[in-house]
Nanobody, 127 residues
Framework: QVQVVESGGGLVQAGASLRLSCAVS????????MAWFRQAPEKEREFVAA????????DYADSVKGRFTISRDNARNTVYLQMNSLRPDDTAVYYC????????????????????WGQGTQVTVSS
């Protein structure tokens, strides 16, 4: 069973920065594509960013491109999300997950490609 624990959220003002962390249990972390998603109140969970097993070719949603950076440390079983120039519409619960849809044809941007989720970490950006 894979366990995922997100941390680093908080309440900040618009324009501020936050760094989220996500720790994943087990010896297979370096074999996973990892992704961050977010879910605002009364909205569907949406893709934010993904990173390959070796930390190459990051992929970003258009809404965060140029402001957010995803990275990973395979020695620490941890993936990060550096969020700069935060805006009120970034307010959401942020989740990370290992991609489990290999061979399914599902995009790494699809929620259905992920089976293990943490409890999330709340990010609130005030105007």
């Amino acid at each position: 069973q894979v366990q995922v624990v997100e941390s680093g959220g908080g309440l900040v003002q618009a324009g501020a920065s936050l760094r989220l962390s996500c720790a994943v249990s087990g010896p297979l972390f370096s074999s996973y594509i990892m992704a961050w998603f977010r879910q605002a109140p009364e909205k569907e969970r949406e893709f934010v960013a993904a990173i390959s097993q070796r930390g190459l070719s990051p992929d970003y949603a258009d809404s965060v491109k140029g402001r957010f950076t995803i990275s990973r440390d395979n020695a620490r079983n941890t993936v990060y999300l550096q969020m700069n120039s935060l805006r009120p519409d970034d307010t959401a619960v942020y989740y990370c997950a290992p991609y489990s849809g290999t061979g399914s044809g599902m995009s790494t941007r699809e929620v259905e490609g992920y089976a293990y989720w943490g409890q999330g970490t709340q990010v609130t950006v005030s105007s």
